[in-house]
């Protein structure tokens, strides 16, 4: 199968952060296949309209690539794979949402249209496949998101200082105003504590995260949306990253950080036990709990040894998802 058409919010040129369209679409070109892509219209109804426009347009491609989510997006793949069917074009569901798992069980009639009939399910976290594997769905495999390991240049940070990093949208799901309250009560330890916070906005919550930094008077920088190459570069100012979200699967962002040899301190939700092994490569803590996050993070500045062992294990745990490893996974289901 050469000729792919991807469907998935291609939005970035729009402000939003890229998403797996905007990147695994471009490392599959590099091995040869031909892909269309769609959509990167910013109006939900619009880049609906285009998708399946795209499909009818594209109907003799080999096989439709589906980004599928698992809150308003699960709708967009529900559409690109009913038509598939009609058109009877092979498609592969490529699961994204931390609360899929929810959907399953909410719309089990709806979710065995989509995923009994694709063509593979594929899941990039083991989280996802036990889930869907518990709902009677064999037809998955684990491929996890892939990263170019040389454009993360690893940083031997010696020990834990109190400079926290954080990246993702500004969405409630992420709950960006944990961060700033674990930045409040760190601060009263360390006078000499410091947040970053680098994402876009997405529904509201960039506006409340910085109402709540100035009711805690707190100064946090928030840098809005950057690149990754800037990102990366102010990483080198940082050695924590914290992972405050509510749900999550597989956050590309943490297999980032953990390769740039920043230590991670992650609620303890969703994917995120399948990724993370607390006190081996990360401090995972529960959902919303502010003080055990703060705990975990003066931990990581007191004992210099638990934060270079977590920073080592992390840099060797990422390997498995370097390109030259996950591409032979996706040559073997698009051969």
């Known amino acids: 199968m050469k000729n792919l058409l991807y469907i998935g919010n291609k939005l970035s ?5 890229p998403t797996t369209i905007e990147t695994l679409g471009p490392l599959l070109e590099q091995e040869g296949f031909n892909i269309q892509y769609s959509s990167s219209k910013k109006n939900q109804g619009l880049r609906l309209v285009a998708m399946l426009w795209s499909v009818f347009q594209c109907r003799k491609a080999d ?3 589906i980004d599928t989510y698992s809150t308003a997006n699960f709708w967009y793949a529900f559409a690109i794979s009913q038509l598939c069917r009609l058109l009877q074009i ?10 899929l798992p929810f959907r399953l069980k909410k719309n089990p009639k709806i979710c065995g249209m989509i995923f009994k009939n694709s063509f593979q399910n594929v899941a990039p976290s083991l989280f996802l496949i036990n889930k869907f594997k518990e709902e009677g ?10 990263i170019e ?9 010696e020990k834990g200082v109190p400079n926290l990093l954080w990246v993702r949208s500004f969405a409630k799901i992420y709950n960006p105003i944990m961060a700033v309250e674990v930045f409040a009560s760190l601060k009263k330890k360390y006078q000499e504590a410091t947040l970053c916070m ?21 100064d946090v920088f928030f840098t809005g949306k950057l690149s990754k190459q800037d990102w990366i570069d102010i990483s080198k100012n940082y050695s924590i990253f914290i992972n405050t979200t509510h749900f999550d699967n597989m956050p590309v962002s943490v297999i980032e950080v953990m390769s740039l040899g920043l230590a991670v301190v992650s609620t303890n939700v969703g994917g995120i036990p399948f990724l993370l092994e607390n006190e ?5 803590v529960p959902d919303n709990d502010v003080d055990k996050m703060v705990e975990a993070i ?27 490893e996950v591409k032979l996974k996706w040559l073997t289901i698009l051969k």
């Open 13 to 17: 040129e729009h402000g939003v952060t």
């Open 63 to 65: 096989c439709v690539l």
């Open 90 to 99: 092979k498609y592969i569901s490529i699961l994204h949402g931390g609360n």
């Open 137 to 146: 769905y064999d037809n998955i495999i684990y491929i996890p998101n892939a």
């Open 149 to 157: 390991l040389d454009k993360y240049p690893f940083l031997k940070r």
């Open 198 to 218: 680098v994402g876009p906005e997405k529904d509201g919550s960039l506006l409340e995260s910085r109402q709540r930094a100035k009711d805690l008077e707190v």
């Open 280 to 284: 081996n490569d990360s401090l995972l």
């Open 298 to 324: 003066v931990r990581l500045i007191e004992e210099s040894e638990l934060f270079r062992k977590i920073t080592i294990n992390s840099r060797g745990k990422i390997k498995q998802f370097e390109w030259q």
